[in-house]
């Protein structure tokens, strides 16, 4: 018999992709169907890099494992400015077909045990799992100010991992986050790097959505530990190009070997990113004005979406820290947890099931993120809406406000409207309910 790994066969199905096919069979049915569940940047790509593309079509020969030499220069002198000098000088750049990959090929080069802060991405555990590794859960707080890391709670995590013979030997840190829309902030991160110095642990940190920051800065943790931080990045989310699959990673020097160990990966595995993806991508790296409003424009649109989405759901009781960034909100619905108990909603995947059995809307369950079962969260993609007409409307002078959403996003106010239903109806115990 032709059988799958043991690793495979016990890794669950991808949630994102599953809330996703169920949204299109829903939607092949007519059904009208609320998409909070899939995180896709809805905009078009900018003329400028459609043109570098088709100009780039004659390119078919294998390039070099690390990436063109153009495209390594153009995101060196571009992310120069971010990072500064000390972490540039201290980095090797590569390429590959998306961040994901190089998240995987680090996790899969650093020998140990990942530290992965409690909510994070989807990928990150299976990842881990697939590499035969163990998961050490550190956790995290959620506010107004943001997404935090405590660093004592963090040493304890690291010294509680050692002392039950776990090696935790690298960290994955994520803003602004999926699946919060929160970001660390920028005062907080030293104290993060020097722990993982003092404790020898490398630093992943995966800045995809570095650029979509409502309030316009930058926020990263590389240059407070560069001998020991590794960046992954893309052009995915703020400039929408998931499906180009283009991603870079800057690789410390000091971590001894590293670099060589990634180039192996790569010619073992995708050998190169095409050839005419990388020559186009060349354009999306040299700071010109047309590209760098895009980027702003659609992130201006990203806040209003996300930040309506915050206000929304506080307006109904629910706890919704106020986005920061990326596309998404993590509500937890905590407050209703005894009416919720009574109408025999017990779990993320409870919640998450009412919502799209009942009212077509589709979220991601936050136990998909490392939440406990009984964490009462879920994840909010707030992407549900015609990216172009959007932008077109606020490159053509749309003011960004209430009308605007109106207009160009009635699915989100729905879904906000969804979940003032949804709470008012499970979320308190009224004599009818109560058996
Ligand atoms: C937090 C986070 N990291 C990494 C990725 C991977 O992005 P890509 O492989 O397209 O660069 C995603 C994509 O959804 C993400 O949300």
Excluded at 45 to 67: C, I, Q, S
Excluded at 252 to 257: A, E, L, R
Excluded at 293 to 320: R, V, W, Y
Excluded at 405 to 410: D, G, Q, S, T
């Amino acid at each position: 018999m032709i059988e799958l790994t043991k690793i495979i066969r016990e890794l669950p199905h991808s949630p994102t992709l599953w809330a996703n096919d169920l949204v299109h069979a829903k939607r092949a049915n007519d059904e009208t169907v609320y998409h909070m569940g899939f995180g896709e940047s809805p905009f078009p790509v900018p003329d400028r890099l459609k043109n570098a593309l088709a100009d780039a079509a004659h390119r078919k020969e294998y390039l070099t494992v690390d990436g063109l030499n153009d495209l390594v220069d153009a995101v060196r002198e571009y992310y120069r400015p971010i990072y500064g000098d000390a972490y540039i000088d201290a980095t090797d750049i590569i390429v590959a077909p998306g961040s994901k990959l190089i998240l995987y090929a680090l996790q899969m080069a650093i020998e140990g045990d990942l530290l992965m802060p409690v909510p994070s991405w989807v990928s990150y555990d299976p990842q881990a799992k697939m590499l035969h590794t163990d998961v050490i859960k550190v956790p995290t707080i959620l506010d107004d100010a943001g997404y935090h890391i405590d660093p004592e709670a963090l040493r304890k995590a690291i010294t509680d991992a050692r002392a039950q013979g776990k090696n935790p030997s690298k960290i994955i840190i994520n803003a602004p986050s999926n699946p919060t829309g929160l970001s660390i902030p920028s005062e907080e991160l030293p104290a993060i790097a020097k722990i993982c110095q003092e404790e020898g642990v490398l630093i992943i940190s995966d800045e995809i959505y570095g650029f979509v920051s409502f309030d316009g800065k930058y926020r990263t943790i590389a240059p407070h530990a560069a001998e020991i931080t590794a960046v992954t990045t893309g052009l995915s989310k703020h400039l929408s190009l998931g499906g180009w699959r283009i991603g870079v990673g800057f690789i410390p020097k000091g971590v001894d070997g590293l670099h060589n160990a990634m180039r192996c990966i790569i010619s073992e595995t995708w050998s190169c990113v095409s050839a005419p993806v990388q020559q186009a991508c060349v354009e999306a790296y040299k700071g010109h004005q047309d590209i760098e409003d895009h980027i702003k424009e659609c992130t201006d649109i990203h806040s209003l979406m996300n930040k309506t989405i915050s206000k929304g759901l506080q307006s109904h009781g629910i706890i919704a820290p106020m986005a920061q960034g990326a596309f998404y909100n993590y509500p937890d619905f905590e407050p209703f947890r005894e009416a919720f108990a009574v109408n025999g909603l017990n779990t993320s995947q409870d919640i998450h099931e009412i919502l799209l059995n009942e009212y077509n809307l589709a979220t991601l369950p936050g136990k998909a993120f490392g939440a406990e079962e009984d964490v009462l969260t879920l994840r909010l993609s707030g992407c549900d809406y015609d990216g172009a007409a959007a932008l077109a409307a606020y490159q053509s002078g749309a003011s960004l406000d209430q009308a605007f959403i109106e207009k160009y996003a009635p699915h989100i106010l729905k879904s906000i409207t969804i979940f003032g239903e949804f709470v008012a109806k499970y979320g308190f115990i009224s004599k009818s309910n109560v058996a």
